[in-house]
């Protein structure tokens, strides 16, 4: 890994500390394996059954993702299936508790993958332990696919997931100003847009969804290899820079973005820009910090929508990272194997652990 924009950062610091050699020397802004860093300030029970995972497959080792890396297994539930929402039997979330808390806990939300089709919160799988065991409380979320609705509902149920948990903060004594959001694929989209959109009045918000009146923002928020502008993908994985070489196709109707949003993406310009982080970035009061990483070989969600995203937050003064793995693929084991512990670490300089 590379560095773009040499200034020193305190989050992108941590992170390349955390790694030792696996983050190498600083290289021009046009490297296409690189991480980029800009620095700003900021201030800031019932249950019901899940629904069923589509988006990967079980294996003895725990869930398994389409880039072939284990999720692995998660331990059990301190709650599961818990209702954050009654519109849908996929509103639902499962929660893990630190068991030696002295007070109350940052919260890492996690919103799993599956090309808006399918997944699942099990995904969450062998980040809950490293999470936990730095002080974190976790939740899980799962949300209305695009098989059971179309965009915007499956955010609106990430944003009041959000908003449930802040108004139970008390019950679960978890600090609901330390609250971190944590996505991939899919995942990743929704979790920018979290962070992006905050407490701003857009489609996103269903106050029928419960607890209106509560904030639905995080103090941060983890991407990897998330789409951002779901028009611009077939051209940038056309461009031949990376290492793809057999990209997917997102334009045609029958893609899993043109799914999300209920047709072809060139001709849902309006629901495209609705679900692009980016659209909220100029309108935002106040952005958490974030942490984006993504392959440079990946051939499902090209890597420069990652840069996208990293350079729209830097132009507006962010915190944000941008860390691409050379050679890696969609859900690729590296993102586990070489940023999985720095960035549990990297969170508690942001959120606490």
Not at 187 to 204: E, H, P, R
Not at 226 to 255: I, V
Not at 305 to 311: E, F, G, N, P, V
Request: hydrophobic share 40%; with cysteine; glycine share 12%.
């Amino acid at each position: 890994m590379k560095h773009l924009h040499a200034a020193p950062l305190r989050t992108v610091g941590m992170l390349a500390s955390l790694a030792g050699s696996l983050l190498l020397g600083a290289c021009g802004a046009d490297d296409a394996a690189s991480t980029s860093r800009s620095s700003t300030t900021s201030t800031t029970t019932n249950t019901a059954e899940s629904t069923t995972t589509t988006g990967a497959t079980s294996t003895e080792g725990g869930m398994r993702g389409p880039g072939g890396g284990s999720f692995g297994t998660a331990p059990t539930a301190t709650k599961a299936n818990v209702e954050y929402a009654t519109t849908s039997p996929s509103q639902v979330l499962d929660l893990w508790l630190p068991t030696e808390a002295s007070g109350p806990t940052p919260l890492v939300i996690y919103v799993h993958g599956g090309a808006f089709k399918g997944g699942d919160k099990a995904m969450v799988g062998a980040k809950v332990q490293p999470l936990l065991d730095g002080g974190f409380a976790v939740a899980s979320v799962n949300y209305r696919l695009s098989g059971e609705a179309t965009f915007p509902a499956g955010a609106q149920d990430v944003k009041a997931a959000v908003r449930w948990l802040r108004a139970n903060a008390a019950t679960y004594s978890i600090d609901p100003d330390r609250f971190a959001a944590w996505g991939e694929s899919a995942g990743g989209n929704l979790v920018a847009l979290l962070g992006t959109t905050s407490d701003q009045a857009t489609v996103l918000d269903d106050p029928e969804l419960g607890n209106a009146g509560v904030s639905s923002g995080v103090q941060a928020v983890i991407d990897w290899f998330g789409p951002t502008d779901f028009a611009q993908m077939d051209a940038q994985a056309a461009s031949g820079e990376g290492g793809c070489t057999s990209p997917e196709l997102h334009d045609p109707a029958g893609s899993p973005e043109s799914l999300w949003v209920g047709g072809a993406v060139q001709d849902t310009k309006d629901l495209v820009a609705q679900a692009n982080p980016i659209t909220y970035v100029a309108t935002a009061t106040r952005l958490p910090a974030f942490s984006i990483a993504h392959g440079d070989a990946d051939c499902n969600v090209p890597f420069q929508q990652s840069k996208l995203l990293a350079d729209a937050l830097t132009a507006a003064g962010a915190d944000a990272t941008l860390t691409v793995l050379p050679g890696a693929a969609h859900a690729d084991p590296q993102f586990d194997g070489t940023l999985l512990q720095p960035t549990v670490a990297w969170l508690a300089t942001v959120v606490g652990g």
